[in-house]
């Protein structure tokens, strides 16, 4: 039978067989953040539309092309389509700028934008992300750009270059837009609608306008470089001065604007070419006004957003690898109605203690069952008849050598597992980085 209904356009299924791939991202951008000090965060999944059109920009692709607004009663809410405003509304509604500065926090969630399904390009994806406010320094850029670095190369990567950029504050800008302007208006008319529109507002965005015909006007656009302010200036000049004391390659990319309003200053994109056309795997850069813009204290603050999807297909086209998927430490295959009733209890002793233990549940014979112990790669195997019950012992198998210990099945049992584990299993914890 056909199934009739199947999953959005633009969203994916993580099936366990891939699960332990997200586990290895998840567990070492995890370890990375906390490595630097950083703390995790979990904010709601929709916040009020409002929060979005203030922070991430009224002229952006995302708010005018990519939000998912619901209406519930008479209530609008937006999938949040980026990590960093709700964070930043969580900051200050729990009052965490109060506190000590830096405060630095992380987070793992989906993101929803509405977009045109392709490699790399989702309508449900997944970021890594960080928030760090309160610090102005360039030193706060630099810790913000190692440790995306550092999470690159904890996850093996390679040939991801790192592109940076300043594109100033409100005072620079200022000069600077003017100068766009004056630059696109010869050939306003041959501009896309949606850039006719920003020319006026924010003529900046239009340098990150996905149409060919606009970028194509934009190729020789004046840079922002060239107008920074002496602040913003010897901002960028620091940051390249720590960059290079930590040895992080990087090229200056006077392009990069980055596609959302809110960023000031330093920008920055880790890209690789190994995925195709959506090779941004980061995206980040400062945004000193954006917390008082949305009514909190005026505090500096920046952090970057990871695309999970993206990272996972460099990984795989650069053969990274993976933690090895958990499997089952010990299969216990009963012959009869009483050993099955043991068999669930010397299950649940082994549980309690963290193994992966299971039990024959479908009623099958003996050979049925040694097929299923070695589908799901059990390690140990234990058959229970009514000699071993009579007994009080039995042999465990162990599968990858055919070798047979002897066990006792009362109290003793999980010790004495636990001792052969140790033995013969502890391997497994060692090779737990080792390709699939
Ligand atoms: P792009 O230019 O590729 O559209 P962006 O500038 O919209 O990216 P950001 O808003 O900075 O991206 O998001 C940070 C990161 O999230 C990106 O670098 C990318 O890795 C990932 N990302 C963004 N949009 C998507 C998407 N639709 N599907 C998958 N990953 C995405
Ligand atoms: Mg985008």
């Not at 980061?282 to 999807?309: H, K, N, S, V, W």
């Not at 024959?360 to 009514?386: E, S």
């Not at 050598?401 to 013969?424: K, N, P, S, V």
Request: proline content about 4%; overall charge negative; charged content about 25%.
């Amino acid at each position: 039978m056909a199934l009739k209904i199947t999953r959005p356009q633009g969203t994916e299924d993580i099936t366990p067989k891939n699960i332990s791939k997200w586990y290895t991202v998840e567990t070492i951008a995890r370890e990375t953040a906390q490595s630097f000090g950083f703390r995790e965060i979990r904010v709601p999944t929709f916040e009020s539309t409002d929060l979005f059109l203030r922070s991430v920009g009224e002229t952006t692709d995302v708010v005018q092309k990519e939000m998912y607004t619901v209406k519930a009663k008479e209530t609008e809410f937006t999938l949040r389509p980026e990590g960093t405003a709700g964070t930043i509304r969580a900051l200050l509604q729990n009052g965490m700028l109060n506190d000590a500065l830096p405060q630095k926090v992380f987070y793992i969630l989906s993101c929803f934008r509405h977009e045109r399904p392709q490699a790399g390009r989702l309508r449900e994806f997944h970021q890594f992300g960080l928030e760090m406010a309160g610090s102005a320094s360039p030193a706060a850029d630099a810790e913000v750009i190692s440790l995306a670095k550092n999470l690159l190369d904890r996850l093996g990567l390679k040939n991801i270059a790192l592109n940076i950029n300043s594109i100033g504050c409100p005072k620079c800008r200022s000069e600077y837009h003017k100068a766009l302007r004056s630059y696109f208006a010869d050939r306003e008319d041959e501009l896309c609608d949606t850039c006719k529109t920003r020319l006026e507002k924010n003529p900046m965005r239009i340098l990150d306008c996905k149409s060919p015909v606009c970028g194509d006007i934009a190729k020789d656009a004046p840079v922002i470089l060239d107008y920074l302010c002496e602040e913003c200036s010897d901002h960028f000049e620091t940051l390249k001065k720590y960059l290079e004391n930590l040895s992080i390659e990087y090229s200056v990319n006077p392009k990069i604007v980055r596609g959302l309003d809110y960023y000031t200053k330093t920008v920055f994109e880790f890209v690789t070419t190994d995925i195709g056309a959506q090779g941004t795997v980061c995206g980040g850069g400062r945004y000193d006004g954006l917390i008082e813009q949305l009514g909190g204290p005026a505090t500096p603050a920046l952090g970057f957003g990871m695309g999970l999807e993206r990272l996972l297909l460099t990984m795989e086209s650069q053969g990274c690898a993976f933690m090895t998927p958990k499997s089952c430490d010990l299969y216990i295959a009963p012959m009869e109605d009483a050993a099955a009733d043991k068999a669930m209890l010397l299950a649940q002793s082994l549980r309690l203690s963290g193994y992966q233990a299971e039990y024959d549940i479908m009623n099958r014979g003996l050979k049925a069952q040694m097929k299923y112990a070695n589908k799901i790669g059990a390690k140990f195997v234990l058959v229970l008849g009514g000699n071993e019950l009579e007994c009080g012992c039995a042999k465990l198998k162990l599968m990858e050598t055919g070798e047979q210990f002897e066990i006792h099945l009362d109290d003793r049992f999980a010790e004495e597992f636990e001792d052969l584990a140790i033995q013969y299993l502890f391997q497994d914890i060692l090779d737990e980085f080792e390709e699939e």
